[in-house]
């Protein structure tokens, strides 16, 4: 499947296996088969920070396009990792709370701000996390706390250790 119809750039070859799970357990389905197979997987997110190369990218691409729920509960703001950023933060704005401004402008998905820690304008994700929920890479589903995550300069655990983000929880103030 050409991946130039999904890229924020719209440039950029073929994906070999093209998925968009719908929840959190057809994603570990996929990666279990895959790893399984001995197929290569990757995730994509939303594609909003990459250029895939002419030559495409092998085995499975996991795009989260119809992973993006958001829920507000008192403070708390919970999004799937497909939920766009930009998203999460007017649905903070519609319920009044704040603490995710700085985040207004960052195209990128709530999975891959997690997983390099985003920022921008003297806030990162480090500042409004509570925890996120992963695929770890045992393909187990389990919930980090925001000290879990090591989260520093566009890093973390998520990174270092090759999970997959589902989900995560921000606290807000109102």
Known sequence: ???????????????????????????????????????????????????????????????????????????????????KLIDTTHVALHHSLKGFEFASGIPGSVGGAVFMNAGAYDGEISKVIESAEVLDDNQEIRVLSKEELNLGYRQSVVMQKGYVVLSATFELTP
């Open 1 to 83: 499947e050409p991946l130039k119809h999904y890229t924020f750039t719209k440039v950029g070859g073929n994906a070999e296996f093209l998925a968009f799970p719908r929840n959190q357990y057809e994603l570990k389905r996929i990666v279990q088969f895959a790893n399984q197979e001995q197929i290569p997987w990757m995730v994509l997110g939303n594609a909003s920070n990459i250029i895939v190369r002419d030559g495409g990218i092998p085995g499975f691409v996991i795009m989260f396009d119809r992973l993006r729920d958001i829920s507000v509960d008192g403070y708390v703001v919970e999004a799937e990792a497909g939920a």
